[in-house]
């Protein structure tokens, strides 16, 4: 990214867009097209969204958490009528109750779900929801912002249609750069989407990537950063960045348990670990004194989890040591706060998962 | 842009962010509300019609090129009716004919256009279309995306409601980053715009920029990048960077006019120059030899244009010298390719404009 810029309109341009855009497929994997847009995440969200449906069109939006919830503001803003499927922050959405709504309502045109809610560390079982939608009409669109690298998003086997992810996610770039796949169906369903679009219109998008261009300019600079970071996940192998990603998200895990707290997830995902905190540790002050004493950001709760939980992550291109460096600054904070636990419980637990 | 990544949730975003988006103002100059995008300058035009018109609207287009007509398929996109004021390729708008159409129609809700057009390398006069604006309640538009830091646009001296610009353009930074301001007025009817939107609501940049963050994550690099191109502009200081790129841009002309050429536009900018090419030289040919040769990239004629003119860039951190090698550039390759004119002539005048 520091080097000299790529002119997007010159000769070098397509055979990078086209590569990235190709490998950049193998991250979920899927086969369906693919695009890059100058964007956040959100931006991607609200494409999906504005491209597939129409005013009036009726979904369904399962969710259970502040990320889900802003499907339910983006489809407000296009007057697209929400059936909500909310379950508690930190609760799983059960795929049978999205298929029973569907059962009844033929009319539905889309269900719209997030595959790892970052504010509450649930990953939701996108190949269960996927199974339940399969027997109806109803395309499946999918915010894989923050889980893409982490969990596969394989579009195809699950019958996701749109999904999407951001630049500063997995694959540990700056942000500035989103990715957005569109299955067969909701290509079909492109052709005759009426919200007004133009900056996020998906077909402005498909012709000029083909010609290896973008529709307006594209940031170029994230494009090249994408390329490395493709090819740093390549080399490892996406089945090992998962695995890897698994290893780590346990390995906290387990480290949280030993000291005798409980993630906040009834089913936690492999993005972040997201920690209920005792009465007597107070989120903000431990967060603090990470960031001081040891340089550490870790998340903590949004909403009404604000000083309750603590979010940890190990997105991206994390390393065993950095695994160790946070459990060990957890441990020996969390001591000094009052918490009563066997020193060294932490650390040896997590120890147990990293060194198999 | 390649020190360690400020965390958008971090503490010390707020005062970046809030630094930025306060110096960015003396780049119009302008007093009014500023907010950064995560987009291209597509982007920033759509905020402007999306946050001020709604559907049923009626405005005028001002345009004479590809870049102002876009402000065409914007305003169709959502249902907002133009009336157009059109004038040929090179040719500036006639602030009349736009004040004109607004004494008859007082409907008009907002006048749209283009201080550079850069398919032709026209300035056109923002401070007399500001003028015959000025009697009516129509908001003044105008894209200053490739414009700003080459020419003032003096938001609130001209009347300008709505100005935007892209942070690969003046600020000579990567693309990736838009820059909208709204005057009192343009915020008044962002309240009651009925265009339906999301990731491009000002209304939510407006609450989150007050606390220092975006309403979603920001391009954070691209921002840190802003720092340090404001920080070398206002070292320069805006006036002396308006006068410099008025310098380039006549030793530019004053070169192309001294072997027998024409400016394309009646009335070029400072931002780049459009050179009309006699029938014995193709464009294609000249740009492919100019890159090989001398690595320097200009830009083609776009759409009818492709192959007739070349627009030569002086745009951002340019030096004198970069301004004496394209000349040379120039000359020795028209020259080649069997232009006749006196050897030297080109880069005489060009040295008189820079000695000066």
Same mark, same amino acid.
């Given at each position: 990214? *520091?080097?000299?810029?790529?002119?997007?309109?010159?000769?070098?341009?397509?055979?990078?867009?086209?590569?990235?855009?190709?490998?950049?497929?193998?991250?979920?994997?899927?086969?369906?097209?693919?695009?890059?847009?100058?964007? *956040?995440?959100?931006?991607?969200?609200?494409?999906?969204?504005?491209?597939?449906?129409?005013?009036?069109?009726?979904?369904?939006?399962?969710?259970?958490?502040?990320?889900?919830?802003?499907?339910?503001?983006?489809?407000?803003?296009?007057?697209?009528?929400?059936?909500?499927?909310?379950?508690?922050?930190?609760?799983?959405?059960?795929?049978?109750?999205?298929?029973?709504?569907?059962?009844?309502?033929?009319t539905i045109s889309a269900v719209l779900t997030t595959q790892s809610e970052t504010s509450t560390g649930v990953v939701h079982d996108i190949e269960g929801i996927g199974r339940a939608v399969s027997a109806h009409k109803a395309?499946?669109?999918?915010?894989?912002?923050?889980?893409?690298?982490?969990?596969?998003?394989?579009?195809?086997?699950?019958?996701?249609?749109?999904?999407?992810?951001?630049?500063?996610?997995?694959?540990?770039?700056?942000?500035?750069?989103?990715?957005?796949?569109? *299955?067969?169906?909701?290509?079909?369903? *492109?052709?005759?989407?009426?919200?007004?679009?133009?900056?996020?219109?998906?077909?402005?998008?498909?012709?000029?990537?083909?010609?290896?261009?973008?529709?307006?300019?594209?940031?170029?600079?994230?494009?090249?950063?994408?390329?490395?970071?493709?090819?740093?996940?390549?080399?490892?192998?996406?089945?090992?960045?998962?695995?890897?990603?698994?290893?780590?998200?346990?390995?906290?895990?387990?480290?949280?348990?030993?000291?005798?707290?409980?993630?906040?997830?009834?089913?936690?995902?492999?993005?972040?670990?997201?920690?209920?905190?005792?009465?007597?540790?107070?989120?903000?002050?431990?967060?603090?004194?990470?960031?001081?004493?040891?340089?550490?950001?870790?998340?903590?709760?949004?909403?009404?989890?604000?000083g309750r939980i603590i979010r940890i992550s190990n997105l991206g291109f994390v390393t065993d040591d950095d695994i160790r460096f946070i459990v060990k600054a957890l441990e020996e904070t969390l001591s000094w706060m009052g918490?009563?636990f066997d020193r060294g419980s932490a650390i040896g637990s997590a120890e147990k998962v990293l060194s198999t």
């Open positions: 990214m *520091s080097g000299p810029l790529v002119y997007h309109r010159g000769p070098e341009f397509p055979d990078l867009l086209t590569g990235v855009v190709e490998d950049a497929k193998r991250l979920f994997p899927t086969q369906d097209e693919l695009f890059l847009l100058s964007s *956040s995440g959100t931006g991607a969200m609200e494409a999906s969204v504005v491209n597939t449906l129409s005013p009036g069109d009726r979904v369904i939006v399962a969710q259970a958490g502040s990320f889900g919830a802003r499907w339910k503001d983006i489809c407000a803003a296009y007057d697209i009528d929400v059936i909500s499927v909310d379950a508690e922050w930190g609760q799983t959405i059960d795929p049978a109750r999205i298929e029973a709504i569907l059962q009844d309502d033929a395309l499946l669109i999918v915010d894989g912002v923050s889980s893409v690298c982490a969990h596969p998003l394989d579009t195809n086997a699950y019958g996701v249609d749109v999904a999407m992810t951001g630049s500063q996610k997995g694959l540990g770039l700056p942000p500035g750069l989103a990715v957005i796949t569109f *299955s067969e169906n909701a290509r079909k369903a *492109s052709e005759t989407a009426r919200c007004p679009k133009f900056y996020l219109d998906i077909s402005k998008y498909r012709d000029a990537f083909a010609k290896g261009r973008g529709p307006a300019t594209l940031p170029v600079t994230l494009i090249s950063g994408m390329r490395a970071a493709l090819d740093l996940v390549h080399e490892e192998g996406i089945e090992q960045v998962w695995s890897r990603h698994a290893r780590h998200a346990q390995a906290v895990r387990e480290a949280i348990w030993s000291i005798g707290l409980e993630c906040f997830a009834d089913s936690p995902g492999n993005v972040l670990t997201a920690v209920s905190l005792p009465e007597s540790i107070d989120g903000l002050e431990l967060m603090t004194k990470l960031r001081q004493s040891y340089g550490i950001v870790i998340g903590g709760g949004l909403a009404h989890l604000r918490l009563k």
